[in-house]
Structure formats: structure tokens, C-alpha cells
């Protein structure tokens, strides 16, 4: 899976990343529009209803956002030289972090808009006020595992690119390319193409030697 995303096109991880979760989206608001427009008095739960797929919606574009980043972390680290430690664990411990949080976020919202509610006794009556408490701190930190997840990306691409320790200087342009994916795809993942190529090589050199 790993060097199938690092050797797809561009177009592929942008249709597969934003264009099927973009179109459902614009399905789903279609569908609550036009049952505003044909009907007087709609039924607002049938609309409320229609978000209960938001969590679909949310797991398939994770599914790639966070697959894409995981086959450049890990995928091109046997191009990093033997010299260069890269923080690996750390890489891994940060890039689950939010991939869990956002999962259980987006069923715990299909959840409530489905309409699903708990006893009254199962949560204590000021709930309202610690959920703030609780998804805020969660949420930031989060925030701050995927800046992180960037930054970790970014070096990787760089590291194996330059064959070299890299400052953030010199990797800053992939960086942002990372960070605003939807445009900076178009630019970053030809480049992973390329280095994905050169490693395939260097293997395919290796197994001859062996032979």
C-alpha cells in the first residue's frame, strides 16, 4: 500500500483525498436543499439525519489524508542515510494521536446527529460544560501532532532528496507545500514520485548483486 501511494499521481491522491469526499459533501447538501425547497414544513430531523453520514464522509478522507502521510514518513526511510537518525517513534506516536482523536470526534458526531442520546444517568449534569474541557485540550494538542506530522514529512522529503542533514530552511517550501495540500499536491507528490523511483532502482540494483 505504502509504495503504491508514493507512486500514485497527483490526480489520484487529489481525487481520492478531496474529490470523492467533496462530491458526497455536495451530494448530501443537494439532498437537504431540495427537501427544503419541495416541502413547506420539512422535517427537521430527516434533515438533522442526513449529517448522520458526516462520519463517512470524515474516515474516507483520513483514510488517504493520514495514509498519504504515513507512506512519505515511513515509506522513503530507507533512502534517508544511515547517518541521519530520523525520529521515528516519535513520528509514529504523534501521527496516531490525532488520527484517533478525528475518528472518534467525527462517530461521536454521526452519533448525535442520528439522533442517539445517553440516559440521563450516564453522564453527570454538568457535562455540557466539561466536554470544552476535555475536546479543547484534546483538540489542540492534536493541532499540534500535525504540525509536527508536517515538519516530520517535509524533512524526510528533503533528507532524501539532498542525501543530507537538512535545516527547516531548506525544506520550508515542502513544508508548505504539505500544509496546504490541496494545491501544493500538484507539486509535492511528483517529487515523491521521483524519489519513490530512485529507490525502487537502488532495490532492484541490489537484488542483481545478490543474484
Known sequence: MVEKILKAKHWQIFILMIGIPLVFQIFMMLTMFSDLDTDSNPDHKKIIGIFQFFPVIMILYISVFFSWFWSIGIGLQNKVPASIKMKIKKFKIFFFIPLIYITLLSIGMGISFSGYSFSNNFFPNN??????????????????????????????????????????????????????????????????????????????????DNI
Open 127 to 208: 457535562l455540557g460544560l466539561m466536554l470544552p474541557l476535555i475536546i479543547l485540550p484534546l483538540h489542540l494538542f492534536s493541532m499540534f501532532c500535525m504540525f509536527y506530522m508536517l515538519y516530520f514529512c517535509s524533512k524526510t522529503i528533503k533528507t532524501v532528496e539532498l542525501q543530507k542533514e537538512v535545516s527547516f530552511g531548506e525544506f520550508i517550501g515542502e513544508f508548505f507545500s504539505l500544509w496546504f495540500y490541496p494545491i501544493g499536491i500538484w507539486f509535492i507528490q511528483p517529487k515523491i514520485n521521483k524519489l519513490a523511483k530512485k529507490i525502487e532502482e537502488i532495490q532492484d540494483i541490489g537484488k542483481n
